[in-house]
């Protein structure tokens, strides 16, 4: 098996948690038990020796080094001068989610985890040549990922039952119509057991 490192995209207190601004993805991630299923995909890939990596997104309360106006997105999301700021509650990775042993790769302008940050550079200190992909979002995060990972020369796998996106019908078309195109597809309880029979197996 290819070495594999999990990426965990946005899975931040601001983004889906308790001091969420978008709603609307909480409750798709409730009803597709995006947490839940990621947490176990966490779990296998810690216990098999796999590692961890959050890859998440903040801005200073200056805005230094974010480009605010060439995403309209971004622009409606920076009128709010609270918004993900560095340093605050809002920033921080899901506690169930978190172990002491993930890193962590910050970003703080644009919509992928890769341009910017020293995420590639980790991941090849980490002899790293597959990353699965949990977390969000189907509309901007996870495309992005797979597409310069994929960029990159990594090859990809999205977790299907532990990405989100709104509305769910767009999101289910991404996953059927763009995402095949990037990286493999699985579901949570495949990968664990593919992960437990890989270890099971190196322990022979």
Known sequence: MDRTAVLVMEMQRGVVG???????LVVACQQRGVVRNAVSVLQAA???????IHCTAAFRADRAG????????????LKDPGHMLEGTPAVEVLPELLADTDLESRRHHGFSPFTGTSLDMTLRSLDVAHVVAVGLSLNLGIPGLALEAVNLGYRVTVVTDAVAGVPDGYALAVLKHTIPLLAARTTAAELVEEWEEWKADGER
Not at 18 to 24: E, I
Not at 46 to 52: C, I, N, Q, T
Not at 66 to 75: A, K, L, R, V, W
């Open 46 to 52: 810690r216990a098999a020796g796999l590692p961890v």
């Open 66 to 77: 974010s480009h605010t106006h060439n995403s309209p997105f971004i622009t409606a999301l």
């Open 18 to 24: 308790d001091l969420t601004k978008f709603p609307d």
